[in-house]
Every structure is written in C-alpha cells, then in structure tokens.
C-alpha cells in the first residue's frame, strides 16, 4: 500500500557519507544503514524523496550540474539495490540568500507535494541537522535527527524540544516510523 506522505531526506550525512562540500563523485559512500533502513521504508510503501541544500553552488565551490551529477551516482548506487528515489530536490542558495528553498524553509517540501502529489503533513523528514527538524515543523510532520552526519548534542536536544526522534542511523529511523506510522510514541524519543 503506497502510503500518503513520503519520507523526504537529506543527503549528505544522511543517506551518504558526510564530505564536507563534496566535489568529487567518485567519493560517494552510502552511509552504512542506508540500503537496510530505507528497502524497509520502501517495502512498507513509503516513496523516498530527497532534499538537499547545496550551498557550496552560492559559494563557488562547484556548479549545479556537478550537484546533478552526485545526485545521479546516489541515486545509481541506490537502484542497485533495488531502492528507488521519486525525486530529488535542491536548493542551491546560501543562507543569506533569503530564499523560501533552503532548509529550513518549507519550499523543496512544498515543491516536492506538488509535483509527486504527497500529503506534506502524513510525511516524515529523516536528517542530521536541526534545520531538517525545522522542516518537518514547517510542514507540520514528523522528523527524525539520524546521528550519521553533523548531529551534535546540542541539535539533539533541539531535535526533543521541537518533539522529534533521534536514531542512530537510517535503519533505526526507519523502525521508528514503521512503529509510529498512526501516532506518536513519546516511549522512542
């Protein structure tokens, strides 16, 4: 059964190794939990969609089509294990830009709803920054802050304070939802 919402996540730290402004494709490495945590997602009927704030494109430190071409070598290493992504979203301005796209700002979610048709509030956003958690508010669902990428204690204890989830990696965020798909359990926080 495809499920309303959709599990919208972030990519770097999040479904891939955290590299700082990663610039170069061949460096792509799933994070270790990825395949396992979102083939659970994707078999309970969830649709997996990415979005990502790229400011290093506002930096200079790299173009729009180089963020595609990582998109694309993701995406590659994840259909090869049978995992597919239903769209991919970035935002390439930097914070002071003051765009309406960037994390934590709702526009890649608002965006994502309607081109692929999710119910923003039946969704969960799964990052490793508080501005991911700040999303899912915006949008007013559900979030889990993944400990795989730049989470520290201080977002944390942000992530309990807006009434999210922490997990470990995508494997644990993916139990959570499964087990909190009608309602929240304060018992997994």
Known sequence: MIQPGAILLDRDGTIIVERDYLRDPTLVELE????EGLRKLTSA???LVVLTNQSGVARGYFDRQLVDTINAVVHKK???HGICVSGWFVCPHGQSDGCACRKPMPGLAVEASVMLGIDL???WMIGDKVSDIALAQAI??????????????????????????VADNLDEAAEIVLSNTVGRSSSLR
């Not at 802050?145 to 204690?153: K, Y």
């Not at 942000?158 to 989830?165: E, G, L, R, S």
């Open 32 to 35: 270790a939990s990825a395949v």
């Open 78 to 80: 994840l259909e090869q």
């Open 121 to 123: 509030k039946a969704s």
């Open 45 to 47: 009927g969830w649709r």
């Open 140 to 165: 007013e669902g559900r979030a889990i802050l993944v400990r795989t990428g730049h989470a520290t204690t201080m977002d944390e204890n942000a992530a309990h304070a807006c009434n999210a989830w």
